[in-house]
């Protein structure tokens, strides 16, 4: 049976818990936080990213979240999976499937933010052009 892209999303969101801005901002500020941008590079340069966040392109999260893959990231980032891990990309479709996708290689504690990188900016909350500009969170 054929699916649409917003119902695999809908799909998704249920899957996974979703966070909003505010939550997630009074969560960085715990610094026991690992967002993940999964959005292209390109569109992180173009819009900026959210302070804190590692830059982990969505076709290759789960190559590198994998300690079974031969792309594993063994840097930090990955493999701790009682991590609380958040995920985002510019209005909530790939965050949500990149939740789903850390949670079904056993990450027990992900969300995806409500509306994405989109839905921070919205709510007024601070951005920056420099991925690697860290102020709490990961």
């Known amino acids: 049976?054929?699916?649409?892209?917003?119902?695999?999303?809908?799909?998704?969101?249920?899957?996974?818990?979703?966070?909003?801005?505010?939550?997630?901002?009074?969560?960085?500020?715990?610094?026991?936080?690992l967002l993940l941008d999964v959005r292209l590079p390109v569109e992180i340069?173009?819009?900026?990213?959210?302070?804190?966040?590692v830059p982990v392109p969505r076709g290759v999260v789960e190559w590198w979240a994998d300690p079974e893959s031969p792309y594993f990231r063994p840097d930090g980032v990955f493999g701790d999976f009682d991590q609380r891990v958040v995920t985002f990309c510019d209005g909530g479709g790939n965050g949500?499937?990149?939740?789903?996708?850390?949670?079904?290689?056993?990450?027990?504690n992900v969300a995806t933010?409500?509306?994405?990188?989109?839905?921070?900016?919205?709510?007024?909350?601070?951005?920056?052009?420099?991925?690697k500009a860290r102020s709490g969170g990961a």
């Open 113 to 131: 933010l409500v509306g994405g990188f989109y839905g921070w900016s919205a709510a007024g909350l601070p951005t920056v052009a420099d991925p």
């Open 45 to 53: 340069e173009r819009r900026g990213t959210i302070a804190g966040s």
């Open 1 to 33: 049976m054929r699916k649409t892209v917003l119902e695999m999303w809908a799909e998704a969101n249920e899957k996974i818990e979703s966070v909003s801005a505010e939550a997630l901002a009074q969560e960085l500020d715990s610094g026991a936080v």
């Open 96 to 108: 949500a499937f990149t939740a789903v996708a850390l949670k079904e290689l056993g990450y027990r």
